[in-house]
């Protein structure tokens, strides 16, 4: 998606429209903000089951944006992060359900203590307020994002793009419907997808209405929005991730965790796109075998093409080290040692997920201790950065800033803090 300037008559009604849904949506949460967490757990459940009794409803929104999308010449890799099917929301449901059993994070005391003064003094979470999202399209992510703003107390505006509109619409309308049948206010969950891309930059101007802007999607989503929004933005990154096959890595071992990280889903942002092979893996050529055989086009510089010789590598160039592909390709390169493997993951990573495999505990603790990404995975597939296979219910996206959020955004990331101080008529000296 890109967010191109609209005219200025649409961006002038897009703008007072948005702030007119952040006030509703700002006087709604008030309301949660007296909610406690049965009350939360209960509105969660009943999103739940308001999907499941109107899937057909869902499936049929989501058929259409699909159909639109083949139109269009959409990229195989863009409609698999479409797709609804009864799988997936089946998985909407359980993340509703895990979510709904997790603590409330809101009241939770940070650190607290009695002052030598006599002051009692607490660091307590509380929620953000208001949250805006904008992503692209991955109706999945309005029924996370909706969950667990929920539960961390927020009211959320959506705006998930025109490919997924249907799809959107539906699932909204849905969790709105659900949110009044627990008697909580439908402007919970607000969609701007209505005005469009004018909807989006109106969002990113809105200071003082919203409190924090999130952005799921590609680089070009992100950036724009990082780079324009006045808005306070949590940045989420693409995912550029690294896997290291070390010198003693068990070949066995290898070949599942790289067919599993390339070949899963490779449409998501925790699937591996580069590979670094240490030139005396043993597990180098079996891996690139069995890749191969998957589908996988491997895109290789000198050393690793000599390697994959036999399996059709195509000839890896600059581009192809900083490549998101979200498809069945993946670039490798052979490493002379670990210092090489580090020091290509510095220069190209986006600090979202990078593993190594490897049989030895030294080469373990120095990658933990040397890489700087939101996650480091050793001997498991990258695919585990993700909220619902960490245990966070679900996730608002992968933060790969060094603030209070980093990696997996869950419920804790969707708080501040405040300080509460009381006395008994304390004065200051």
Not at 255 to 265: E, H, M, S, V
Request: with cysteine; net charge negative; hydrophobic share 40%.
């Amino acid at each position: 998606m890109s967010l191109e300037a609209s005219s200025s008559t649409s961006t002038q009604s897009a703008e007072e429209a948005v702030s007119t849904l952040a006030t509703r949506a700002r006087k709604a949460s008030r309301v949660l903000s007296r909610a406690n967490r049965d009350w939360k757990d209960r509105a969660l459940r009943q999103i739940g089951k308001t999907l499941d009794e109107n899937r057909s409803r869902i499936l049929q929104a989501n058929a259409e944006d699909l159909e639109a999308g083949r139109a269009e010449g959409t990229s195989k890799a863009m409609l698999d992060r479409l797709k609804l099917d009864d799988a997936r929301i089946d998985g909407l449901i359980g993340a509703l359900e895990e979510l709904a059993g997790l603590p409330d994070p809101v009241g939770r005391v940070v650190r607290g203590e009695t002052l030598p003064n006599g002051l009692r003094m607490r660091q307590v979470n509380v929620p953000m307020g208001v949250i805006g999202t904008i992503y692209e399209a991955r109706p999945n992510v309005t029924v996370d994002i909706a969950g667990l703003s929920l539960k961390s107390g927020n009211a959320v505006l959506l705006r998930g793009g025109s490919a997924a509109l249907n799809s959107n619409l539906a699932l909204v309308g849905l969790i709105r419907d659900a949110l009044e049948k627990v008697s909580l206010p439908r402007d919970l969950v607000i969609s701007v997808d209505e005005f469009g891309r004018a909807g989006a930059d109106a969002m990113m101007g809105a200071r003082g209405k919203i409190d924090v802007l999130i952005p799921r999607g590609g680089r070009e989503l992100i950036q724009r929005v990082v780079t324009t929004a006045k808005v306070p933005v949590i940045e989420t990154g693409e995912g550029n991730v690294h896997i290291y096959i070390d010198q003693s890595a068990d070949t066995e071992m290898a070949i599942d965790i790289l067919l599993n990280a390339k070949t899963q889903r490779p449409s998501v942002c925790n699937t591996v796109e580069t590979l670094l092979i240490h030139q005396d893996a043993a597990a180098g050529l079996p891996v690139l075998k069995e890749l191969s055989k998957a589908g996988v086009r491997l895109h290789t510089e000198a050393r690793a093409g000599e390697l994959a010789a036999g399996l059709e590598p195509v000839t890896a160039d600059e581009n192809d080290w900083a490549n998101e592909y979200l498809d069945l390709d993946i670039a490798v390169k052979l490493v002379s040692d670990m210092d090489e493997a580090l020091e290509h993951i510095r220069t190209y990573s986006t600090g979202h997920t990078e593993a190594i495999i490897t049989g030895s505990l030294q080469s373990s603790e120095r990658f933990i201790a040397e890489i700087d990404s939101a996650a480091v995975i050793v001997n498991a597939s990258t695919r585990f950065t993700d909220g619902g296979q960490l245990g966070l219910g679900a996730e608002v996206g992968i933060s790969t800033q060094k603030i209070h959020a980093r990696g997996p955004m869950g419920l804790a990331e969707l708080t501040t803090t405040k300080w509460v101080v009381q006395g008994d008529g304390h004065i200051r000296k």
